[in-house]
């Protein structure tokens, strides 16, 4: 075979050999030299669509006959807001170009867009990104809702099952509010420009601490009018932070980006806008409990103060020092009584040397010599003299070992 | 400070606040015996006053002037 090619090319069929690489290169080049191949539309139908952990998303447009291989990278498929699926009807734009390592000739994305909503969506986006430019939808723009709201205010249908859903969310979680719909149409070519009066009434009108902008789910188009960017500024320039709930989860609209906070349902608007009843109902319950154990806790600490500050203040009290007084004067008066005791002994001991000496020279030892003491009986007088007696006087006389009676009878001087 | 709000009068946040706070103030201590008792009955007036509040509460609905006629929902 081989052999055959140089043959054709020795006899000039063909100058050169081709390489799969400068094939390719060449059948690139080619291509790429049609100016209608670098920007074009192709619609089709979404096949093999894959993404990836490059980011990167491949997938086939199709119609009955025929199909195209797709790429778009990831800088590209970040800013949709969300992902083709297969079978789903688009339109792609993008430059055709040939990955020359695999042979392919491919459709290299850069826009996309769903059908039906084509126009729309480029609109949507362009809007969005010049608002956002702008800083309308920045974080620090966001106010925090107030955790006690006193006035609602909500803008919607007054006939519309949204305001229903709030209503009964309301009743159930924070009744204590106090709710006031500003009625507008949420749809249609009048929507837009009375949602903003609507907005602007309900600020000015009822002071309102939130403000719900609801409706319920619908079309992208039913939804359009909170895509309008009067609405969406009005939203923005709202005095009371204000919660959107527009339409389902799935729906986001530029007036959810201008919102302080985007709800995905008009009942989740109501929800994250009020405190739960219940909760708060376990929070009082909560609360006076604590304030019992607060309060019982605080009465055993004053009790315990009281304890000390009693014990203190009998350490400092007179008390003691009246307690320790009478203690000095028992111990005086036990020094007093011992020195007095000493005092009597000593005497006593002077007394007995006394009644010994007294004994010494007393009449006893005179008598136990033989002597006697004569006494008148008549008065006890000691007989010293004959002068004293009178024959026939009765006289007692007191020897050394006991007395006896006596008679004076015969008188005379010695 | 000036003389309390009769509980009576108070609105649920109000009073749910103040009880927060009495619970916080008797709970630290550091009180007169007269102070934290006069605490502690207000706590219970006010424990009262936010459960009444919330068993009680019937929401309050109005809708300011809109011509309305003619719009589609």
Same mark, same amino acid.
């Given at each position: 075979m081989l052999r055959d090619m140089s043959q054709l090319s020795i006899l000039g069929f063909q100058s050169a050999i081709w390489s799969p690489a400068e094939l390719n290169r060449h059948i690139r080049q080619i291509i790429e030299t049609d100016y209608r191949m670098g920007d074009l539309w192709l619609a089709g139908e979404v096949s093999n669509l894959s993404q990836p952990s490059s980011g990167h998303l491949y997938f086939s447009i199709r119609d009955a006959e025929a199909a195209v291989r797709c790429v778009m990278w990831k800088q590209d498929v970040a800013r949709m807001p969300r992902l083709p699926q297969d079978g789903e009807a688009i339109e792609t734009h993008g430059k055709i170009s040939v990955y020359e390592a695999g042979g392919q000739y491919q459709l290299y994305v850069d826009e996309l867009r769903f059908a039906g909503e084509g126009e729309l969506y480029q609109e949507f986006l362009l809007l969005k990104e010049r608002l956002e430019a702008e800083g309308l939808? +920045? +974080?620090?723009r966001k106010r925090t809702l107030p955790r006690w709201p006193r006035r609602i205010g909500i803008v919607t249908s007054p006939t519309g099952a949204a305001l229903r859903d709030v209503l009964n969310v309301l009743r159930r979680r924070y009744p204590l509010v106090e709710a006031t719909v500003s009625p $507008?149409? @949420?749809? /249609?070519? +009048?929507a837009p420009d009375r949602i903003v009066k609507a907005i602007q009434a309900i600020n000015k009108e009822s002071k309102p601490d939130v403000v719900l902008l609801v409706r319920g789910g619908g079309s992208v188009e039913d939804l359009w009018a909170f895509n309008d960017e009067r609405v969406v500024r009005a939203v923005a320039a709202s005095k009371a932070p204000l919660v959107t709930g527009i339409g389902h989860e799935t729906d986001v609209l530029l007036a959810d980006f201008a919102a302080d906070l985007r709800a995905p349902t008009p009942s989740a608007a109501a929800e994250i806008a009020t405190p739960d009843s219940e909760e708060l109902k376990l929070e009082v319950r909560e609360l006076q409990i604590g304030l019992s154990r607060a309060w019982s806790d605080h009465q055993r600490r004053l009790r315990t103060a009281l304890q000390v500050q009693r014990t203190a203040l009998e350490l400092v009290s007179p008390r003691a020092r009246v307690d320790s007084a009478r203690q000095r004067v028992d111990e005086l008066l036990h020094r007093a009584t011992t020195a007095i005791r000493h005092e009597i002994s000593l005497q006593k001991a002077a007394v007995g040397g006394l009644i010994q000496t007294l004994q010494a020279v007393g009449p006893d030892t005179v008598l136990a010599r033989g002597y006697a003491v004569v006494r008148k $009986? @008549?008065? /006890?007088s000691v007989v010293?003299? @004959?002068?004293?007696v009178s024959t026939g006087d009765e006289l007692q006389v007191r020897v050394s070992d006991g007395e006896f009676g006596a008679q004076a009878s015969s008188m005379g001087s010695s | 400070m000036a003389e309390p709000k009769p509980p009576g009068k108070m609105r649920f946040e109000e009073a749910f606040e103040e009880l927060a706070a009495i619970v916080g103030k008797l709970e630290a201590g550091d009180l007169e015996l007269e102070e934290s008792l006069g605490l502690f009955e207000r706590g219970q007036a006010l424990a009262e006053r936010s459960s009444q509040l919330l068993e009680e509460a019937e929401l309050t609905l109005r809708q300011l002037e809109g011509d309305l006629t003619n719009d589609p929902e």
């Amino acid at each position: 075979m081989l052999r055959d090619m140089s043959q054709l090319s020795i006899l000039g069929f063909q100058s050169a050999i081709w390489s799969p690489a400068e094939l390719n290169r060449h059948i690139r080049q080619i291509i790429e030299t049609d100016y209608r191949m670098g920007d074009l539309w192709l619609a089709g139908e979404v096949s093999n669509l894959s993404q990836p952990s490059s980011g990167h998303l491949y997938f086939s447009i199709r119609d009955a006959e025929a199909a195209v291989r797709c790429v778009m990278w990831k800088q590209d498929v970040a800013r949709m807001p969300r992902l083709p699926q297969d079978g789903e009807a688009i339109e792609t734009h993008g430059k055709i170009s040939v990955y020359e390592a695999g042979g392919q000739y491919q459709l290299y994305v850069d826009e996309l867009r769903f059908a039906g909503e084509g126009e729309l969506y480029q609109e949507f986006l362009l809007l969005k990104e010049r608002l956002e430019a702008e800083g309308l939808f +920045a +974080a620090e723009r966001k106010r925090t809702l107030p955790r006690w709201p006193r006035r609602i205010g909500i803008v919607t249908s007054p006939t519309g099952a949204a305001l229903r859903d709030v209503l009964n969310v309301l009743r159930r979680r924070y009744p204590l509010v106090e709710a006031t719909v500003s009625p $507008t149409p @949420v749809q /249609g070519e +009048a929507a837009p420009d009375r949602i903003v009066k609507a907005i602007q009434a309900i600020n000015k009108e009822s002071k309102p601490d939130v403000v719900l902008l609801v409706r319920g789910g619908g079309s992208v188009e039913d939804l359009w009018a909170f895509n309008d960017e009067r609405v969406v500024r009005a939203v923005a320039a709202s005095k009371a932070p204000l919660v959107t709930g527009i339409g389902h989860e799935t729906d986001v609209l530029l007036a959810d980006f201008a919102a302080d906070l985007r709800a995905p349902t008009p009942s989740a608007a109501a929800e994250i806008a009020t405190p739960d009843s219940e909760e708060l109902k376990l929070e009082v319950r909560e609360l006076q409990i604590g304030l019992s154990r607060a309060w019982s806790d605080h009465q055993r600490r004053l009790r315990t103060a009281l304890q000390v500050q009693r014990t203190a203040l009998e350490l400092v009290s007179p008390r003691a020092r009246v307690d320790s007084a009478r203690q000095r004067v028992d111990e005086l008066l036990h020094r007093a009584t011992t020195a007095i005791r000493h005092e009597i002994s000593l005497q006593k001991a002077a007394v007995g040397g006394l009644i010994q000496t007294l004994q010494a020279v007393g009449p006893d030892t005179v008598l136990a010599r033989g002597y006697a003491v004569v006494r008148k $009986t @008549v008065d /006890g007088s000691v007989v010293q003299s @004959v002068k004293q007696v009178s024959t026939g006087d009765e006289l007692q006389v007191r020897v050394s070992d006991g007395e006896f009676g006596a008679q004076a009878s015969s008188m005379g001087s010695s | 400070m000036a003389e309390p709000k009769p509980p009576g009068k108070m609105r649920f946040e109000e009073a749910f606040e103040e009880l927060a706070a009495i619970v916080g103030k008797l709970e630290a201590g550091d009180l007169e015996l007269e102070e934290s008792l006069g605490l502690f009955e207000r706590g219970q007036a006010l424990a009262e006053r936010s459960s009444q509040l919330l068993e009680e509460a019937e929401l309050t609905l109005r809708q300011l002037e809109g011509d309305l006629t003619n719009d589609p929902e």
